[in-house]
């Protein structure tokens, strides 16, 4: 809803095969101003086990992607204050 300016505005993106995936948080909308958001606590719930996200701060605009359980080589990557950037052949890229 364009007109909400004061929710945070998040979804998971989840692969059941490998029990993993990204959390997806946007606080921005055009042309709007976007309400900040405090520490911010979320908390994903696989069928295993959940997934908590370290406490943040969003701002107006802020926007980022966040993985959990993801397979990098014979490490897993979980929940830390690191945004997803890209993969690049075999370099994983972060923004911290």
Request: charged share 20%.
């Amino acid at each position: 809803d364009a007109e909400n300016t004061k929710e945070l505005r998040y979804c998971v993106r989840y692969n059941k095969e490998q029990n993993c995936g990204f959390l997806f948080i946007n606080n921005h909308q055009r042309r709007r101003r976007m309400s900040g958001h405090e520490n911010v606590q979320i908390t994903v719930k696989l069928p295993d086990e959940a997934i908590v996200f370290p406490n943040m701060n969003i701002a107006d605009n802020a926007y980022g992607i966040y993985p959990f359980n993801l397979r990098m080589g014979n490490s897993v990557l979980n929940p830390q204050r690191t945004v997803f950037f890209a993969v690049l052949m075999i370099h994983y890229v972060f923004i911290c």
